[in-house]
């Protein structure tokens, strides 16, 4: 089992920077990649961003490429989202999850411990 945990959420103007961090603890060596994902009110659960476990590689959605950067400190377990120029289509409640895949993709059903969320809002 692994255990989730985010934070940093809130509420924010748009343009402005956010940071998110999740910390994992449990059986923290089933864990080989690390996610990102994002649900907005009415819309389906989308991929933001992963970074693998061991080596640091990274991937994006279109969407938030060049403004996110995924990060992780493994000596404290947690994988951290910087998130730059927010924009009101970003606001929505944002979730991280592990993957034992190193390159686990963009689907939902790769992950298998999830987080509980955390709300990020964006006001114009």
């Known amino acids: 089992q692994v255990q989730l945990v985010e934070s940093g959420g809130g509420l924010v103007q748009a343009g402005v920077s956010l940071r998110l961090s999740c910390a994992a603890s449990?059986?923290?060596?089933?864990?080989?990649?690390m996610g990102w994902f994002r649900q907005a009110p009415g819309k389906e659960r989308e991929f933001v961003s992963v970074?693998?476990?061991?080596?640091?590689?990274?991937a994006y959605a279109d969407s938030v490429k060049g403004r996110f950067t995924i990060s992780k400190d493994n000596a404290k377990n947690t994988v951290y989202l910087q998130m730059n120029s927010l924009k009101s289509e970003d606001a929505a409640v944002y979730y991280c999850?592990?993957?034992?895949?190193?390159?686990?993709?963009?689907?939902?059903?790769?992950?298998?411990?999830w987080g509980q969320g955390t709300q990020v809002t964006v006001s114009a």
């Open positions: 970074i693998s476990w061991s080596g640091g590689s990274t």
């Open positions: 449990g059986v923290i060596f089933s864990i080989n990649a």
């Open positions: 999850a592990t993957a034992r895949s190193i390159l686990p993709g963009i689907s939902t059903d790769r992950y298998n411990y």
